[in-house]
């Protein structure tokens, strides 16, 4: 049920608005009793002990860059600025983007996140490529406020694409973890080349445009256009974000399929946890 939901506010995410609200005025959706300070304070909070905790810890002083915990964060966390009257990243923040710096750089000396000597194969590929994605979505999204492609945020983007399936199946995407925790951790390899298609186009200065990644990008199409029909909700949401960004991936016809099924799914879900109706709005 909390796959729905999460669908659901990704899709919010997209439109950048609140979709829904209770019949009651006094609901928590009342945006009076929000406060970004707090939202701040927890999310800081949650990252520290993160970045400390000693199952994260990984080789040269870094530590994993989590589907669960991180990357949310670092898509969230910046949001608050305005909010915040916050000039730059904070320290948490900074923190964080130093962690993947380092990595991104050292890319061909760290070890992966998982690998195979001590999880077993395929656990090297799939560390390689869950976190090449990780890194460019994260390192780009930081780069949207300068409108400049930072050097570091394009070598995450060219560790990813080295990083890219070019036979088989799976052709155009990239292989990614599989712990069966879905969707906690995103055990899908669509929901991975779907992220990756969001970082390509979220990459200020056209970067989608450049031809050395033409036929990249041609092969990550072709994929998440044959593989789109058999994806859970979930999936299909993030490509709906992905389609917002790149040109080709869906018709304005089959983002409002998507959007439909997704505020109809959220709505009943919702009024089966909390017991009461819940409506969309706008």
Known sequence: ????????????????????????????????????????????????????????????????????TVVPYAMARPALRATLAEQAPSSTERQLLDNVTKRV??????????????????????????????????????DVATGKLSPDARLALDNMWGQQLKTGEARGAWAWLQFHNSPWEGDSQYYGAALAAIAVGTAPGNY???????????????YLVQERESQILINRVILLWASMKVPGLLTPAQQKSIMDEALRADAKITSQIWGERVVPVG
């Open 105 to 142: 750089r050292m890319w061909k000396e760290v070890e992966p996140f998982y690998p195979d000597e001590k999880r077993g194969v395929p656990k090297t590929a799939e560390s390689r490529g869950t976190e090449s994605i990780l890194n460019a979505v994260i390192l780009v999204g930081y």
């Open 208 to 222: 989608q445009a450049a031809p050395e990644i033409q036929d990249n990008m041609k092969l990550l199409r072709e």
């Open 1 to 68: 049920m909390r796959a729905v939901t999460l669908a659901t506010w990704v899709l919010a995410a997209c439109l950048g608005a609140s979709m829904f609200a209770t019949d009651e005025p006094s609901s928590t959706a009342n945006s009076e009793s929000w406060s970004g300070k707090a939202a701040a304070a927890y999310l800081d909070g949650r990252m520290v002990w993160w970045m400390g905790w000693k199952g994260a810890a990984r080789d040269h002083k870094t530590f994993c860059v989590s589907c669960h």
